[in-house]
């Protein structure tokens, strides 16, 4: 007689392989990122676990940090994209794929699923890692998840990782930094809340403060690949002219100067704009798009040199269409080009757009997406920001807060 084939997510080689990787993984984190560990007591059976989410080896700190053998992951897609590494992570820990930056319903309807088999499942509602250290824009279709789920939900605090790994850095640096439970809501202050009073106690909880954790010691490489998250330079207001090295920021256009200091905040070398840190940065460069009229001409706005522009294959992999083309943004289409092809992307026929990794841009398009990988320093966030601001006025929307992180 055959056997019933087993559907639940669940497998029994998740504790084994977790229990064993468990203490070599808090070994890692403590000597790469001097990661303290202080783990909490977590209920029997299902609940979220919610988290910032602020460098790359946050969800092994947030495993570390709950007492839990076993919690299930939501995670990119883009992960499954990678054979070996996917199919490794399918077997050993089974993350929830979920489609970034898109509404995923199968998504949601595999949380569902796993909590109701009596297990923990770990989201980072952000949906993006912060390239400034601050809160990313949250959905408020998490209230939503929260309601519908009925199971506890933790809410923990990445605080003081954006010191040592930020976003856009190649290198990190040690320095102390903490997962902490900030807040445990119960069903019954579940079942009471609002969708907006969820929604708000979870952003409000979520939040953490970059410079409450300067670094305890001098660093030569501080301010390195920082252009990838800043593209533009307000002292001479242009865009795609900042350059970083060492511990230092510089505009080729103007000769604008800036040191990056191991509190966080900038001192001006060379200039007349004195900009504080990379948050109040990020801020006027939004500030800056959001003013822009790209409509006033078709002219190219941004544009690289070396790009490969990949089809993505869901959970098979990628294939590069061009390799080291020229990317030209517009506000009508992406257009990649090499001396033997090109291709050109409609905006309009782009429903989605977003960040992978810390320098990929991926647009969504129909069945289809498109990935945009550059050089080391190639600025994939400046695509996506601006495809957001486009979108926006043609959607409509006048305070376009929301550029695609």
């Not at 403590?30 to 080896?57: P, Q, R, W, Y």
């Amino acid at each position: 007689m055959n056997k019933s084939k087993n559907t639940s997510w669940y497998r029994k080689r998740h504790k084994v392989l977790c229990t064993i990787a468990k203490p070599i993984l808090k070994l890692l984190v403590e000597i790469e990122d001097n990661f303290i560990v202080e783990e909490v007591k977590t209920n029997d059976g299902a609940a979220l676990i919610l988290s910032n989410h602020i460098s790359g080896f946050d969800p092994i700190k947030l495993g570390l940090s709950i007492s839990d053998k076993v919690c299930y992951y939501v995670a990119t897609d883009d992960l499954f994209n990678k054979k070996f590494i996917g199919g490794l992570l399918k077997y050993s820990v089974n993350p929830i794929p979920k489609s970034k930056s898109v509404s995923d319903f199968k998504c949601v309807k595999t949380i569902l699923r796993v909590l109701k088999e009596g297990h923990k499942v770990a989201i980072f509602p952000e949906g993006n890692r912060t390239y400034t250290g601050e809160l990313c824009h949250i959905d408020d279709s998490i209230a939503k998840l929260v309601k519908v789920a009925k199971v506890p939900v933790y809410i923990f605090n990445m605080e003081g990782g954006y010191s040592v790994d930020p976003r856009w850095s190649n290198k990190k640096r040690r320095n102390p930094n903490y997962c902490r439970l900030k807040k445990l809501i119960d069903v019954e202050e579940i079942k009471k809340s609002t969708h907006k009073e969820l929604y708000d106690t979870i952003v409000e909880n979520l939040k953490c403060n970059p410079f409450d954790y300067p670094l305890k010691k001098n660093y030569n490489h501080l301010s390195e690949y920082l252009e990838r998250a800043i593209y533009y330079c307000p002292n001479c207001d242009s865009f795609e002219t900042i350059y970083s090295h060492k511990n230092e920021v510089h505009c080729f256009n103007c000769g604008y100067e800036l040191r990056y200091n191991k509190d966080l905040t900038f001192s001006l070398i060379k200039g007349e704009k004195e900009v504080k840190n990379v948050v109040l940065w990020d801020k006027i460069q939004k500030e800056k798009i959001q003013k822009m009229d790209p409509f006033i001409s078709d002219d190219v706005i941004f544009s690289d040199n070396q790009v490969t522009l990949y089809e993505i294959i869901k959970y098979k992999g990628k294939r590069a269409l061009i390799k080291n083309g020229l990317v030209t943004i517009n506000n009508k289409e992406i257009r990649v080009s090499s001396k033997k092809k090109e291709i050109v992307i409609p905006l309009s026929d782009i429903y989605d757009s977003c960040v992978v990794m810390k320098h990929k841009a991926s647009f969504y398009v129909s069945d289809y997406q498109y990935q945009l990988d550059g050089k080391a320093r190639f600025c994939a966030l400046k695509y996506v920001q601006l495809y957001h601001h486009i979108k926006n006025i043609k959607n409509g929307i006048k305070e376009d807060e929301f550029l695609g992180l």
